[in-house]
């Protein structure tokens, strides 16, 4: 138990350091206009969900129980849905309300 723990502190560790080297290089180099960046992101993070596709392709637990996650992936993305545009026009109009004079 110990050396999950110690492997999982030792992952997170790895995380926040690449969070943190990220935001070092964003900081020293903000006033230069890095129009490949958003781009680059968006090209990353299609990899990412592809391979992530492929490796849930592969476990076969997984497509073997495709009707009972589906149905339960259907429901978690109507309510994270539905709370992401409640608390997104509760925002929008607490920011509006700050911007117009009103608290």
Known sequence: M?????YLCS???K???IILS???VGFLLRKRQLRVVPNLVTVLIWLLLFFLGVEVGENPQVIGGITTLG???LWLSIAGLMGTILFSWALWRWV???KGGRS
């Open 71 to 73: 149905l339960e992936a």
């Open 15 to 17: 995380f926040v350091a």
């Open 96 to 98: 509006r309300g700050k």
């Open 22 to 24: 990220g935001m070092a």
């Open 11 to 13: 992952i997170m560790l």
């Open 2 to 6: 110990r050396k999950k723990i110690h």
